[in-house]
């Protein structure tokens, strides 16, 4: 365990203390979540991220150190432990070192050097390593053994060059060296498969492509492996990219050093070099290309997994319009538009269907129901769901609400992401919450609802059902689903949960809880009423002491007993507020709130052995704004009208729109088309940008322009730099195709790693949309 606590704390630059502290927290059972806001004396604040970072690594080295006993385990039961290789296995950092080192005492299958050894040939092969200036022929024929298959002295030279294949193949050392230098100099080379050119044209640009293969970013990386799934791309590993010899790989020459093999010409030396030759394109380089491959992979799907999730924490904390009366509308052209509205807490109070467009062009009528149901139920918002139709009945909307003169507060609409809105209808959820409502106008509830709280709606939803990520369905689902729990875990504790407002799926997420605890409290909710007090869930099934504990500080009761319970501080810690509350001669009540009392507390006065001073300023930071909410302020996009359809677009036309999804390459923007349209990386700002992250996020209102339209494949450029014109873009693109490099003229060491690369006609448009518009912005 020292050893784990040692490594967890060098990498994230914390004191083994706080390492130390954190894992005995975890294991007892405590929540990232409540350790991150309760227990930060305890970890010197370790913030939750940090924790993620450490309960990930602590699954992984103790993985190792289990696989490490067992290693030790095997090799020692075959006797062949010794005190050299017990210190390199203790050491071994990674489960790849871990399995190098295992690799010759590993059982295996009966392979031709086995059958050699079996043969009595291993003694032939040491004699042959050690004496090289031995009569090869002669000595070979003394192990001939008719018997065992080996009839003549090729075959038997041929089992004693395996023997030496699979030993030197199976050393640790040289695989670390061959490593290191692959790490260093080797490509990816992707190739398209024969035959398969017009089948696999969206991937194209992977057609004859090369790059270093520690250096590709996760978008390229994850598209090539999925052309290789289809059957379109084959991708091999070239580990000597720079090299112009065609006599054999850098690599023959690491492994000859390694073993001290200064070869000369005597007919042992000679055999000994194809044995060199063999052991490197038969053995290691094959095993390379598949390690490699399945690393790049990992890299890939980690990288995807970490944008998906920063794009949902996003789209969870993005900013709720309140608790306001909202009409959903939940466009359908044919099927026509459903429309429910639900109260300032969420509750469907009415709902119907119109017929604005065709073929039934119910336009006049759909407008009147529309207008009827704002002034009946006094609506505040309409929410319209983004999909088919939407710009259509966002126009309907609109003439409605300039039609609304004597209603004295504007009615605002705002479009709304419907992802995912599909799935929750037709789940269980929702069937047993409307079991007599359409699943469509299910769907219009699912869009009202996400504009009053897009965290409480949302969360109903997997999330990967939500569509914030890239290349989701290609990356390890098992990891991405945890990934994506503890983001909404997270979200959701960070903001707190009304305990008698929250659905179950809501109260699932709260730290501590699980459905069935969340189903329990639902349940108690509806048959004593409203929580009056925290200490009313020790009453609630199967919520014991330690539930209670890591829950408790997340759930807020609004109006309740005590006025402590609406806010963010723990009922463990309600004595200091009592005690604060007592020395400056005013009520709990009174002091919660009260910035001028507050401001006269001093932290220290109130520390102990229990609470100490940042978690007694944590607690006067809260009481200041008790139950305030992390979330931003609530702003919507206009969209612009006339702009409906893809052809709309014109070059240089400035528009707003929102940020719908967020890339390592850029960020992609709705500006009501139905087709989100690229700012790449390099058209983010003026300044160099590494993380677009850094500038925009899922949710964000954005001011673009149209750089490049290509209406009949729906793909469109936009850049956030205003001064930034098509003309410009294109005159670049133009300038990059007509400037391309001479690999003649390039240093032979240096070459290319883009090689026949060629930018497409429509740079900003092809499947390597992002990076055509990297080269082009070079």
């Not at 042959?128 to 024929?141: G, I, P």
């Not at 057609?207 to 390229?220: D, L, Q």
């Not at 507020?577 to 009174?590: C, G, H, P, R, Y």
Request: proline share 3%.
């Amino acid at each position: 365990m020292h050893s784990i606590v040692q490594t967890i704390s060098h990498e994230l630059s914390a004191n083994q203390s706080q390492v130390s502290a954190a894992i005995a927290l975890l294991d007892d059972g405590s929540t990232v979540p409540f350790i991150a806001r309760y227990r930060k004396e305890a970890t010197g604040g370790l913030d939750d991220s940090q924790l993620r970072t450490l309960e990930s690594r602590l699954g992984y080295l103790r993985e190792l150190n289990e696989r490490r006993e067992v290693v030790l385990s095997s090799i020692s039961a075959q006797g062949k432990l010794t005190e050299s290789l017990k210190h390199e296995i203790d050491h071994a950092d990674t489960k790849t070192r871990l399995e190098d080192l295992y690799l010759p005492y590993k059982p295996k299958r009966r392979t031709k050097g086995e059958i050699a050894k079996e043969a009595g040939l291993e003694p032939l092969a040491d004699f042959l390593l050690a004496n090289r200036q031995a009569a090869l022929e002669a000595k070979a024929s003394a192990f001939i053994n008719a018997e065992k298959g080996f009839t003549d002295t090729k075959a038997v030279l041929d089992g004693a060059r395996f023997i030496l294949m699979e030993r030197f193949a199976e050393d640790a050392g040289l695989l670390l060296k061959i490593r290191k230098h692959l790490e260093q100099q080797a490509q990816l080379e992707s190739r398209v498969m024969k035959g398969k050119e017009k089948e696999g044209a969206k991937f194209r640009d992977y057609f004859e492509h090369n790059e270093a293969i520690t250096k590709v970013p996760s978008h390229r990386a994850l598209a090539m492996l999925r052309g290789r799934t289809e059957g379109v791309l084959a991708l091999s590993l070239n580990a000597d990219p720079n090299s112009e010899a065609k006599a054999g790989s850098y690599c023959e020459i690491i492994i000859r050093d390694h073993l001290n093999l200064s070869l000369s010409n005597s007919e042992v030396d000679t055999w000994l070099a194809t044995v060199v030759a063999s052991t490197w394109r038969v053995k290691i380089s094959l095993q390379m290309e598949t390690e490699f491959i399945a690393a790049l992979r990992e890299r890939a799907e980690d990288e995807a997994i970490k944008v998906f999730a920063r794009n949902l924490n996003d789209l969870l904390m993005a900013s709720p319009a309140g608790s306001k009366v909202t009409m959903g509308l939940d466009p359908g052209i044919r099927t026509g538009v459903k429309v429910a509205i639900v109260n300032d807490t969420g509750k469907l109070v009415a709902h119907t269907t119109i017929f604005p467009h065709a073929p039934q062009n119910q336009w006049d009528k759909s407008a009147r129901s529309i207008a009827n149901l704002v002034k009946m139920h006094k609506v505040e918002l309409i929410a319209i769901g983004n999909g088919t139709g939407s710009r259509e009945t966002d126009k309907l909307a609109g003439e409605v609400i300039a039609s609304l003169t004597e209603i004295k507060n504007k009615v605002t609409k705002v479009m709304v992401s419907e992802a995912g809105a599909s799935v929750y209808s037709a789940s269980e959820l929702a069937a047993a919450e409307f079991p007599d409502l359409d699943v469509s106008l299910r769907g219009a509830v699912s869009i009202a609802r996400r504009l009053q709280d897009p965290m409480a709606e949302l969360v109903k939803i997997e999330p990967k059902s939500i569509g914030v990520g890239q290349y989701q369905h290609d990356v390890n689902q098992s990891q991405l689903s945890r990934s994506l729990e503890a983001v909404v875990e997270d979200s959701v504790n960070a903001v707190g949960v009304d305990l008698n407002m929250a659905s179950e799926p809501l109260l699932a997420q709260v730290a501590g809880f699980n459905k069935t605890l969340a189903k329990n409290v639902v349940s108690y909710r509806d048959e004593h009423g409203s929580f009056a007090n925290r200490k009313q869930l020790l009453k609630v099934a199967r919520l014991g002491p330690k539930a209670y504990e890591q829950a408790a500080g997340f759930l807020r009761i609004q109006g309740g007993d005590n006025p402590l319970d609406a806010s963010a501080v723990h009922p463990e810690a309600y004595g200091v507020v009592e005690k604060m509350a007592q020395q400056l001669q005013v009520s709990v009540t009174e002091l919660v709130g009260n910035s001028e009392k507050l401001a006269a507390v001093n932290a220290s006065d109130y520390a102990d052995d229990k609470f100490g001073e940042v978690t007694i300023t944590d607690i006067v930071t809260e009481l200041q704004k008790p139950g305030r909410d992390p979330r931003g302020e609530f702003k919507t996009a206009c969209f612009k009208d006339g702009v409906e359809d893809v052809k709309d677009l014109k070059l240089d036309m400035i528009l707003e729109g929102v940020v719908t999804n967020v890339t390592n390459f850029g960020a992609f923007v709705d500006v009501g088309v139905h087709q989100d349209g690229l700012v790449h990386i390099s058209s983010l700002t003026d300044k160099f940008v590494s993380d677009p992250h850094t500038i925009v996020k899922a949710g964000d209102v954005v001011k673009v322009k149209v750089i490049d339209v290509d209406v009949e494949r729906r793909r469109i450029a936009l850049t956030m730099k205003m001064n930034e014109s098509a003309a410009t873009a294109k005159a670049n693109a133009s300038g990059q195709r007509d400037n391309k490099p001479n690999p003649k003229a390039a240093n032979k060491h240096n070459k290319p790693q883009h090689k026949q690369n060629k930018a497409p006609k429509n740079a900003a448009m092809g499947n390597a949309f992002a990076e055509a518009f990297a080269k082009m912005k070079k």
